[in-house]
């Protein structure tokens, strides 16, 4: 009797079958494929056609758990893999090529549970859910293989260790040096300001001495332009000194009420505000800020007072405030007009310059501006500038109050 009479034999008894060893399929297995397709998916978990593995050939004890336990083991591995390659993923966003690391996280679960189910057919012989099972793991498999031919390129440009190491050496270098001659400059520019402000001082104290009566009609007019000149002298080391106490000095935060600032400020500005009859809205979602008092008094009070300033001719200014958390969660308050505007085309790199002014007006000095971003950027924030020739501008500031 052959080994397949004997198969049959022994299903026809309703005994479990032999192993059938290098033979071809049995004939009653010879359908149409589709027919193949449907009775696979039929028995999917069918477990009378085939005996368990510990039935098939010939195991010892010792053979049949080694195997079992090592295919038990590296499922574990395959399984715990994954987490941490998970983990990863989402503890870094940044990382350039996300896609790579969940087609590997399926392919070694896929691996992990041909091995799960090659342990577990020992006892349950499911060789149409190892098949199917397998048969998933090489289409992930194919899909990781040419998504890595593709990125590889890219894999290759990324920086290694080392070069990040040399990078950031070479930074910390440069930012030495930088500080070095930041100090040096810092020295140069406090003994400048002093020994100016000195002389400058020393010339209007002289001047004020001078009778002016004595002297004749060309020289006093020559004079006055001396004065002249020696009064802006002092309002340029008025600004300067104002600078520098800004940049060097880093002001403690308070707790503020927004809204009273402001209206502290619009009632230093009263009378401006009544003269241009202008009108002042006031959107505050957000009620506090840590800030320095008398950062955010000198900001709203520039700000303000540009509106009125260069309001469109005949018309009446119109000033919005509005406080707010952006959507990256960061406090913001946003400044807006309906003047005169800026073309940011040709001054978007000079609107927050020293002495730089846009507009004729017998009160523009290009310092306001220039102040608010300085103010600001020494506490750790940052302020943005939208606007068009007639139609307003627009300020956006944004405070970082951990700084």
Same mark, same amino acid.
């Given at each position: 009797m052959t080994l397949e009479d004997a198969? #049959? +034999?022994?299903?026809s008894n309703d005994r479990i079958p032999l192993c059938r060893t290098g033979m071809g399929p049995l004939k009653a297995n010879q359908a149409g494929l589709a027919e193949q397709v449907q009775e696979f998916f039929r028995g999917l978990f069918n477990k009378s056609e085939w005996p368990a593995r510990w039935y098939c050939g010939s195991w010892s004890d010792f053979h049949g758990w080694l195997y079992i336990i090592s295919d038990i083991l590296i499922w574990t591995a395959y399984f715990l893999i994954p987490i941490? #390659?998970? =983990?990863?993923? +989402?503890s870094r966003k940044d990382f350039p090529f996300p896609k790579t690391i969940w087609l590997f996280v399926a392919f070694i679960l896929l691996c992990g549970t041909t091995h799960l189910i090659d342990a577990l057919i020992f006892w349950l012989p499911v060789y149409r859910v190892s098949a199917l099972v397998r048969f998933g793991t090489a289409i992930i498999s194919l899909i990781t293989v040419y998504y890595l031919f593709k990125i590889f390129p890219n894999v290759? !440009? !990324? =920086? %290694?260790? %080392? $070069? #990040? +190491?040399r990078e950031i050496d070479e930074r910390t270098s440069v930012e030495e040096k930088m500080a070095q001659k930041n100090s040096q400059l810092q020295s140069f520019t406090h003994i400048l300001s002093h020994n100016l402000r000195n002389h400058s001082s020393n010339i209007a104290l002289l001047a004020d001495f001078v009778d002016e009566s004595t002297l004749t009609k060309d020289n006093e007019e020559l004079f006055q332009k001396i004065k002249t000149v020696s009064k802006h002298l002092n309002g340029t080391l008025d600004d300067l000194s104002q600078v520098i106490k800004i940049r060097d000095n880093h002001l403690e935060g308070e707790l503020l009420n927004i809204r009273e600032v402001t209206q502290q400020v619009l009632g230093?500005? $009263?009378?401006s505000l009544h003269a241009s009859q202008a009108q002042v809205e006031m959107d505050f979602q957000e009620t506090e800020i840590t800030f320095p008092h008398i950062y955010l008094e000198s900001i709203l009070m520039n700000l303000i007072s540009n509106g009125i300033k260069y309001k469109k001719d005949g018309e009446h200014p119109v000033i919005k405030l509005r406080f707010y958390r952006n959507e990256m969660g960061f406090k913001t308050l946003e400044y807006s007009d309906e003047g005169k505007g800026i073309d940011l085309t040709l001054h978007a790199d000079k609107v927050f310059g020293l002495y730089k002014t846009f507009h004729k007006h017998e009160d523009a000095h290009g310092v306001g501006l220039f102040l608010i971003k300085n103010q600001i950027e020494a506490q750790g924030g940052d302020i943005q500038v939208f606007s068009e020739v007639d139609a307003g501008i627009t300020f956006k500031i944004t405070f970082n109050e951990n700084a």
């Open positions: 198969n #049959l +034999q022994a299903i941490f #390659l998970i =983990r990863f993923i +989402q290759l !440009l !990324l =920086r %290694s260790v %080392s $070069d #990040l +190491q230093v500005l $009263d009378e």
